[in-house]
């Protein structure tokens, strides 16, 4: 089955941009079946799903942080990426990488997740 | 957008307890909506889809009822292990958005 690991940097300077990928076990990117997400949880809040991606490189994100996203695909690594530009304190969170089926859009539920990377902007 | 409320925000049980969590939309989404389950440290686990149906490996005392605008996660028999966070998420409407979590806690 789909296993799925976050990496990247820990701790990044406001303003600065966050980068995080997602490398895929047990499948495929490239695969017409799931749409690639990421999701983040600051600490001790909430579930925020931030945007997505099909193999075919079709995305899709958060208006609320649809400015400053960009998630792409590499189908030779098996990897997605994320990209948060200007970030703030308010950044600062727990990001998941999960997927989700090729149904509605790729918005429906996100099954399975990565184990999350905590990701801390500050100076 | 679509307002989510869960409720109770913490719900203090004891092992052998049936639990019921509420998640109430502000529109109707008709059956879009998923429970999941997360522990300290965790990622969330998919319990729940299409608001009734058990995901996969996930034992039956979980339960999901509603559709419309009203839904309930039920626990028939609470488990020491499934002391943790459960949250609701609706994929009606663009983007999807999660509840605010409901701690279930040791009473």
């Known amino acids: 089955q789909v296993q799925l690991q976050e990496s990247g940097p820990g701790l990044v300077k406001p303003s600065e941009t966050l980068s995080l990928t997602c490398t895929v076990s047990?499948?495929?990117?490239?695969?017409?079946?799931?749409?690639w997400s990421w999701i983040r949880q600051p600490p001790g809040k909430g579930l925020e799903w931030i945007g997505y991606?099909?193999?075919?490189?079709?995305?899709n994100y958060n208006p609320s942080l649809k400015s400053r996203v960009t998630i792409s695909v590499d189908t030779s690594k098996n990897q997605f990426s994320l990209k948060l530009s200007s970030v703030t304190a308010a950044d600062t969170a727990v990001y998941y990488c999960?997927?989700?089926?090729?149904?509605?859009?790729?918005?429906?539920?996100?099954?399975?997740w990565g184990q999350g990377t905590l990701v801390t902007v500050s100076s | 957008a679509i307002w989510m409320t869960q409720s109770p925000s913490l719900l203090s049980a004891s092992t052998g307890d049936r639990v019921t969590i509420s998640c109430r939309m502000s529109?109707?989404?008709?059956?879009?909506l998923a429970w999941y389950q997360q522990k300290p440290g965790k990622a969330p686990e998919l319990l729940i889809y299409?608001?009734?149906t058990l995901q996969s490996g996930v034992p039956s005392r979980f339960s999901g009822s509603g559709s419309g605008t009203d839904f309930t996660l039920t626990i028939s028999c609470l488990q020491s292990e499934d002391f943790a966070t459960y949250y609701c998420?609706?994929?009606?409407?663009?983007?999807?958005?999660f509840g605010q979590g409901t701690k279930v806690e040791i009473k």
């Open positions: 299409a608001a009734s």
């Open positions: 991606i099909y193999y075919s490189g079709s995305t």
């Open positions: 529109q109707g989404i008709s059956s879009y």
């Open positions: 999960a997927t989700s089926l090729n149904w509605n859009y790729g918005i429906n539920w996100f099954d399975p």
């Open positions: 998420q609706q994929y009606y409407s663009f983007p999807p958005t």
């Open positions: 047990g499948g495929s990117v490239s695969s017409g079946s799931y749409y």
